[in-house]
């Protein structure tokens, strides 16, 4: 078992199965050290997406739930494309897109779910630049999609 996966374990958490592309793309694209993930979203333990509509029948508590449940997404995703998460040299950029009404201000509150995920599990190389945008629609109605670049070892 990885360091991070052990992490994972001691906070109680597990990565989910990765999930297949609903569209026509790959879950990853890996250019020399750099992966750069296509958007993810978080699911419920039965598999259904978090779904909603942050400001309109979604809280900021809710939304942050599911931004760390699409980071887990993403994490399993990348340790489908790269083998090992101890492979993981720095996030780079995390891009989170939350599911808005048009009242909504404050997706970076949202998007914090995910990055204090990355920055609880890896520390220094955790901490990443980042974007945090609402927008008016997402796909299946997800509350969160959020990609991330990863740079990782050779």
Not at 1 to 13: H, Q, V
Not at 126 to 131: D, E, L, T, V
């Given at each position: 078992?990885?360091?991070?996966?052990?992490?994972?374990?001691?906070?109680?958490?597990t990565l989910p199965p990765a999930p297949a592309p609903?569209?026509?793309?790959?879950?990853a694209v890996r250019v020399g050290?750099?992966?750069?993930?296509a958007g993810g979203s978080g699911r419920r333990e039965d598999g259904s997406y978090i779904t909603g509509k942050l400001g309109r029948d979604t809280t900021v508590e809710e939304g942050y739930r599911a931004a760390r449940a699409t980071g887990l997404t993403l994490l399993s995703n990348l340790?489908?494309?790269?083998?090992?998460?101890?492979?993981v040299t720095r996030i780079v950029k995390v891009f989170g897109m939350v599911n808005s009404d048009l009242e909504f201000k404050d997706p970076p509150a949202v998007i914090n779910g995910c990055s204090d995920l990355l920055v609880?599990?890896?520390?220094e190389r955790?901490?990443?630049?980042?974007?945090a945008v609402g927008m008016a629609s997402l796909p299946f109605g997800v509350a969160v999609e959020i990609e991330m670049v990863v740079e990782v070892a050779e």
């Open positions: 078992m990885s360091r991070i996966e052990a992490a994972l374990k001691e906070m109680g958490l609903s569209g026509t793309y790959v879950r050290n750099l992966v750069f993930q340790k489908q494309e790269i083998g090992d998460l101890d492979k609880e599990l890896f520390g955790g901490k990443h630049a980042r974007s």
